[in-house]
């Protein structure tokens, strides 16, 4: 049976609501049968920064997602080890799901950065990338002031409209060092999980 995918990279370090609501409003508007959450083994982005380990970030993801029936999370990422590249994770999804359409999705700040992705030409043959907003990310007045990404790219890119929810993995992990509240900016079960296991002090 043909599936229509989204795929949701990151390295969810904490995944944070902000992602959950991006995660269901991508489900929701295009339509989707359901959201594979697939965190980074190590982002290319942030190479040489020491994050948590994958085993607790894949926790908190199976955590987050729980009480949902159309988000699951993959390993498939932690499993390879290494760089995470988009494009190798979506040539292996599409061997494993040979039936399915793929739709990745990520926020306006990582799209600023595909042009520094590996194989984009690949990528966007493999699967359709879906555009949310974020804070201080709005959507393009007009294709030529965001980049000089090419025609293949933009024939395969979806924008997509986000209430802002100004929330960042970041500020999370900042406000948890210095012994601030995070509640509402998490769920519960990943909130506990993060103090239960000392994560961020
Ligand atoms: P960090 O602050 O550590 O960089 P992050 O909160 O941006 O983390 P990531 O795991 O890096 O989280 O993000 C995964 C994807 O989710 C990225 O494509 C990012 O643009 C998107 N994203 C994260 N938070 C939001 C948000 N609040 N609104 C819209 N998109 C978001």
């Known amino acids: 049976m043909l599936l229509k995918t989204g795929v949701f990279g990151g390295t969810f370090d904490p995944v944070h609501i902000g992602h959950l609501a991006v995660a269901e409003r991508v489900y929701c508007d ?3 049968d359901r959201i594979v959450f697939v ?3 190590v982002s290319p982005f942030k190479l040489g920064e020491v994050g948590t380990p994958g085993e607790h970030r894949l926790a908190m993801l199976k955590l987050a997602i729980k009480d949902n029936p159309h988000f699951t999370v993959s390993d498939i990422e932690l499993q390879r080890g290494g760089t995470s590249y988009t494009v190798d994770t979506m040539e ?3 061997e494993r799901y040979p ?3 793929f739709y990745f999705i990520m926020g306006m700040d990582s799209f600023l ?3 520094g992705w590996k194989d984009v030409k690949r990528l966007v043959e493999l699967c359709q990338l879906v555009v949310v907003t974020r804070p201080g990310y709005e959507l393009p007045q007009e ?3 965001l980049s000089t ?3 293949y790219v933009w024939q395969r890119t979806r924008f997509l409209e986000m209430p802002g929810l100004d929330i960042a993995a970041t500020e999370i992990r900042e406000r948890i060092k210095k012994g601030r509240s995070v509640r509402y900016l998490l769920t519960p079960e990943v909130e506990s999980y993060i103090y239960e296991n000392g994560i961020y002090r």
């Open 30 to 32: 295009l339509g989707l």
């Open 39 to 41: 965190p980074a083994s």
């Open 92 to 94: 292996m999804l599409r």
């Open 99 to 101: 039936q399915d359409e």
């Open 113 to 115: 950065e595909l042009g």
């Open 143 to 145: 294709q030529k002031e």
């Open 149 to 151: 990404l090419p025609p």
